[in-house]
């Protein structure tokens, strides 16, 4: 790459932060030069947290209906899936997705919700609540 | 408590191998972030189809976490000292310890669990590279090589990044070394590490790995679109592979780039024109693989007339291009090779 094409598409998903790359001046030398991000990349980038977003509000709907507990909401929340979140909770995938039934969700005891807490890093009120609609503020 | 140890923070693209060289040149030693990369040998290409991240098969252009220093330290003749704990007190307490006595130490940490993340970076990886050098009240100093300036992060935060569970969990790791030599003797480590690297890359003994990995890679794109569900994944799929191969700590085209510093360097500390050629060839194959990350995004947002085929003819096109880099290093370093360029 020619150190004056690196990419400085300024609105990607960097937020301000410049990363490093090599790139090769007029006479074929390798230097370090600061990016600010490459709109390839941030699309990319965006692709992945649109489909998070997408799955998480698939989960919201099923869990206002009763259908999924809070808690699958609380893992999308967390950008995490079924096997992130049950490696973060030492679980088996298995029984964490039993806890995606709401009847054994609330029926779990403290111990074991405090192990979703920890992995999500939530307190106990706000594991046991489906968020509000637009996903937590962050 | 404060403690703030002397150092002087450096950007890298790599946040291992920033670390790395880093922690090299801090203690007298000045090695560059591609010569600690290059000498641990840790380029590659691998598609593991059994990792899954997000459902979607682990695409990796570097050796795996850890590779770099334990690599280069052992090629060098350096002695670090890793440490793990179960109990996470207990690796805090060790961290300030370290600190107070004036050391500089590596930690690993879970990306997502950092506050000083912008939050689109913020993903969950564990196996994410750090340097602390100091304490200011509740916050940890720390040099983290993907940031341009250092960084502050309280301690509650940081416990929580070095102690997630999980895949490659870092289990409160930290390192520092314990002996760190003088000099590198370069006439002998360089051909040795390259030697190693081109062994990766043309003689894997699985199809997954190396140049013949990265035409596998192409095979199975086309694959994976005979189906229904492949289909309607696609554009997540290639935004996976680009994302792989460029974002955060790739130094661009994954890892080409910084492989491609590190052969010119090498061209240069010892004199050799075909490990300059190599560099060159090297470089050029790296444009291909942006020019990859290009055709695949606009295939996956559908504004290509490009379709599958044609990507994973860009794809073979960039193994072709590696291959011409690793026929030039063919028996680089073996004692034949030596005495012939001697002659």
Known sequence: ????????????????????????????????????????????????????????????????????????????????????????????????????????????PRRVLDRYCEALGLDIERLLRVPPREGPAE | MNTINEFRHRQSAHCESGVMSSMLTHHGLPVSEPMAFGLAN?????????????????????????????????????????????????????????????????????????????????????????????????DYLISDPVFEEPVRCPSADLRKARFTRGAMAAKGMLYYPEHIPETIDYERVLPQAIKANERIMNRSPLPIIGIRGIRYLANNLIKSTRTHDGRRRLPLYLAHIVRMQEEIGTGGAGFRFVYASFLQEAADTLGDDRLAEAAQSLTTAGDGWREFAVHATRVSRRRSEMDVAGLADVLRDCADREAEVWKLLRDYGSRSARTATAS
Request: net charge positive; aromatic share 10%.
């Open chain 1, 1 to 108: 790459m020619d150190r004056r094409e690196t990419p400085q598409d300024e609105d990607g998903t960097h937020a301000g932060v410049r990363k490093l790359l090599y790139a090769v001046d007029e006479q074929g030398r390798y230097t370090s030069v600061r990016s600010a991000g490459w709109e390839v990349e941030a699309t990319a980038t965006r692709a992945a947290l649109e489909e998070i977003a997408r799955l998480r509000d698939e989960a919201w709907q099923r869990a206002q209906a009763g259908q999924t507990s809070p808690l699958e909401v609380h893992m999308h929340d967390c950008r995490m899936d079924l096997p992130l979140l049950a490696g973060a909770a030492g679980m088996w995938r298995w029984r964490v997705r039993r806890h995606f039934d709401p009847k054994r969700f609330h029926r779990l």
């Open chain 2, 42 to 138: 840790a380029l590659t290409f691998a598609y593991l189809p059994i990792v899954k991240i997000g459902g979607m098969p682990l695409i990796a252009y570097r050796m795996p976490p850890r590779w770099i220093i334990s690599k280069a330290s052992r090629r060098i003749g350096a002695r670090f000292v890793f440490r793990k704990f179960r109990d996470a007190d207990k690796g805090m307490a060790a961290l300030d310890e370290l600190l107070d006595r004036g050391r500089i130490v590596g930690v690993q940490a879970s990306v997502y669990w950092l506050p000083f993340f912008p939050e689109e970076m913020r993903f969950h990886f564990n196996a994410h590279n750090l340097l602390v050098y100091g304490r200011d009240g509740d």
